[in-house]
């Protein structure tokens, strides 16, 4: 099955800068990759998606961007805020499966 | 529109007893699933069902039941609760179109379990 990692496991941003979040999945036959963030003692809410025929997505400060050669996608944070301040997971999945494999997360920690 | 709905949110349970936790989503999706989420363990899918009356194994089924009675329903049982089951469970739900496309999985609050 899909194995999916995120490096680092931690990462302290100082308010204003950028954060980055790479997952790396072992199936080269996946192509849907959601980002989820999740609040302390809240539900995982999706961010943004993106799949396997478009190589960089945005949505105001979130972006992905993916590259399938190397099996790796990203998530990029731009102008981090405190509220940015959160757990967030990367997944990946595969055409007709519609269940997904998570990685085990990063606790992006924005400091004012 | 509630979305996905847990209950109960928080449940103590002595070693050997069981409970039943009910996910109920008002999206008529047809997928749903249950996590269940540890600290330094991401989500681990326990099992899913892909449409009423249908089930089937996740990641770390053992020690789990489930039944999707009604599509609007996904029941996750324990029968017999140990403390390794100590957890957070979430259930999920997500569509499922004639495009075979993977769609975003929307998730309930949760239910905090504690086994003694």
């Known amino acids: 099955g899909e194995n999916v990692e995120q490096h680092p496991s931690t990462l302290s941003v100082q308010e204003g800068d950028s954060a980055v979040i790479k997952c790396t999945y072992s199936?080269?036959?996946?192509?849907?990759f959601p980002w989820y963030k999740q609040e302390l003692g809240k539900r995982p809410q999706l961010i943004i998606d993106?799949?396997?025929?478009?190589g960089e997505k945005k949505d105001q400060r979130i972006a992905v961007t993916l590259n399938k050669t190397a099996k790796h996608f990203s998530l990029h944070i731009t102008e981090t805020q405190p509220e940015d301040s959160a757990v967030y997971f990367c997944?990946?999945?595969?055409?007709?499966?519609?269940?997904?494999?998570f990685g085990k997360g990063n606790q992006v920690v924005v400091i004012p | 529109n509630a979305g996905v709905t847990q209950t109960p949110k928080f449940r103590v349970l002595k070693t050997g007893q069981s409970m039943t936790l009910l996910c109920a989503q008002d999206?008529?999706?047809?997928?749903m699933y249950w996590y269940r989420q540890d600290p330094g363990m991401g989500l681990r899918l326990i099992h899913y069902?892909?449409?009423?009356?249908?089930?089937a194994k996740g990641e770390v089924p053992d020690g789990y039941n489930v039944s999707r009675l009604k599509k609007q329903n996904f029941l996750l049982g324990l029968e017999s609760a140990a403390p390794s089951q100590t957890s957070v469970y979430f259930c999920?739900?997500?569509?499922?179109?004639?495009?075979?496309?993977?769609?975003?999985?929307?998730f309930g609050d949760g239910t905090r379990l504690s086994i003694l």
């Open positions: 999920a739900s997500s569509y499922w179109g004639e495009t075979f496309l993977n769609q975003p999985q929307h």
């Open positions: 199936d080269s036959a996946s192509n849907y």
């Open positions: 993106i799949r396997s025929n478009v």
């Open positions: 997944a990946a999945s595969y055409y007709g499966n519609n269940r997904l494999a």
């Open positions: 999206m008529n999706h047809e997928y």
């Open positions: 069902s892909v449409g009423e009356g249908t089930t």
